[in-house]
T-cell receptor, first 111, second 112 residues
């Protein structure tokens, strides 16, 4: 059974800092890995999707890497802003539509 | 294109009752997945429907069921509600042949 762990569970940083969120998974037989953002009480917004054959994806200030063999992914956020405050969820895809989620990292960026 | 819509957004039910939640996927998307989110367990996969057929199922009791209509809209039903069913229920749609999931805003169910 796939298990996904995210570290740290919570993170508080001042505006402008670069930061790294970590995700690990137990079964390397994955189709893809996705990072989502969730604002309080809201649905999920897809940030980055890395297919199993890829090593990284970038979108603006976000960069996600994937190391399947070691079961790890990192989400790098450059020059953090207060608007980045949210919960960040890592999800591993074992098929087209089945995702196993971590518990998330709650990020607070203070001005 | 309009995003994924879920109705109702909030719902309060009593233990023992049943509830039906609705999800309308993005136009053209044929796959709809349902997830339950609770503070203790996080996000857990319930089931996925593709072209009116259940394609995958998570580890939930039979009280949780769903269906998909010919227009790809999906409903999930929970019978004999328990306090532990209180959660945010999220649905996601996928065009099929792609890994990208598009999530709706969720239905917040409170069981009293």
């Amino acid at each position: 059974k796939q298990e996904v762990t995210q570290i740290p569970a919570a993170l508080s940083v001042p505006e402008g800092e670069n930061l790294v969120l970590n995700c690990s998974f137990t079964d390397s037989a994955i189709y893809n890995l996705q990072w989502f953002r969730q604002d309080p009480g809201k649905g999920l917004t897809s940030l980055l999707l890395i297919q199993s054959s890829q090593r990284e994806q970038t979108s603006g200030r976000l960069n996600a890497s994937l190391d399947k063999s070691s079961g790890r992914s990192t989400l790098y956020i450059a020059a953090s802003q207060p608007g980045d405050s949210a919960t960040y969820l890592c999800a591993v895809g074992s098929g087209y539509s089945t995702l196993t989620f971590g518990k998330g990292t709650m990020l607070l960026v203070s001005p | 294109k309009a995003g994924v819509t879920q109705t109702p957004r909030y719902l309060i039910k009593t233990r023992g009752q049943q509830v039906t939640l609705s999800c309308s996927p993005i136009s053209g998307h044929r796959s709809v997945s349902w997830y339950q989110q609770t503070p203790g367990q996080g996000l857990q996969f319930l089931f996925e429907y593709f072209s009116e057929t259940q394609r995958n199922k998570g580890n939930f009791p039979g009280r949780f069921s769903g269906r998909q209509f010919s227009n790809s809209r999906s409903e999930m039903n929970v019978s004999t509600l328990e306090l532990g069913d209180s959660a945010l229920y999220l649905c996601a749609s996928n065009p099929g042949g792609s890994y990208e999931q598009y999530f709706g805003p969720g239905t917040r169910l409170t069981v009293t």
